[in-house]
């Protein structure tokens, strides 16, 4: 029975194999691809089905390829409210490094861990001197380990998207 089933196996296997080494341009002689001269042949793809005329509007993030603004959910008067500097100052929890929290999560927060309960906060970047209102998050881990920041909220204290930012952590007073 294996004496049938290899050999069938093989010639299936490499059954492909004459057509592939055209579309390298080789032909079965050769090890290496054929001079640049030798012009391969052109084959059109066609689609199996037609694409469909207007992109579904389900999900906030049209394309991976979005822009931040294009992502960014906030209105204008959300943005200057939590950029507004605080009545009076709150308690410092301390610095965190913050990454990219979800682009599909909508509003102003950290998910940090440097808290325990859902509260009122304000993270500032020392770097640019910004800061910006938010929903302070429990994440869980160790108050070491670092915290994930909505894109509206990295984008107001001037952080950027891709890096890893160190930002100051306080309540709101």
Do not use: Y
């Given at each position: 029975?294996?004496?049938?089933?290899?050999?069938?196996?093989?010639?299936?296997?490499?059954?492909?194999?004459?057509?592939?080494?055209?579309?390298?341009?080789?032909?079965?002689?050769?090890?290496?691809?054929?001079?640049?001269?030798?012009?391969?042949?052109?084959?059109?793809?066609?689609?199996?089905?037609?694409?469909?005329?207007?992109?579904?509007?389900?999900?906030?993030?049209?394309?991976?390829?979005?822009?931040?603004?294009?992502?960014?959910?906030?209105?204008?008067?959300?943005?200057?409210?939590?950029?507004?500097?605080?009545?009076?100052?709150?308690?410092?929890?301390?610095?965190?490094?913050?990454?990219?929290?979800?682009?599909?999560?909508?509003?102003?927060?950290?998910?940090?861990?440097?808290?325990?309960?859902?509260?009122?906060?304000?993270?500032?970047?020392?770097?640019?001197?910004?800061?910006?209102?938010?929903?302070l998050i429990?994440?869980?881990?160790?108050?070491?380990?670092?915290?994930r920041m909505?894109?509206?909220?990295?984008?107001?204290?001037?952080?950027?998207?891709?890096?890893?930012?160190?930002?100051?952590?306080?309540?709101?007073?």
């Amino acid at each position: 029975m294996t004496r049938i089933i290899l050999p069938l196996f093989i010639a299936a296997a490499t059954a492909g194999c004459s057509n592939l080494t055209e579309r390298l341009g080789m032909d079965a002689s050769q090890s290496e691809p054929a001079p640049a001269s030798v012009e391969p042949t052109a084959e059109v793809a066609t689609p199996s089905a037609p694409a469909p005329a207007t992109p579904p509007a389900a999900s906030p993030i049209a394309t991976a390829g979005s822009s931040a603004e294009a992502l960014d959910t906030t209105t204008a008067a959300e943005r200057e409210a939590a950029t507004r500097a605080p009545a009076s100052a709150g308690a410092a929890l301390g610095s965190t490094v913050v990454s990219l929290g979800s682009a599909t999560e909508p509003g102003l927060w950290l998910k940090t861990p440097l808290i325990d309960a859902e509260q009122p906060g304000r993270v500032t970047n020392p770097a640019t001197g910004k800061s910006a209102a938010v929903t302070l998050i429990p994440l869980e881990g160790p108050a070491t380990a670092g915290s994930r920041m909505s894109l509206p909220a990295l984008r107001l204290i001037g952080a950027s998207l891709t890096d890893l930012t160190t930002v100051e952590v306080s309540t709101e007073g």
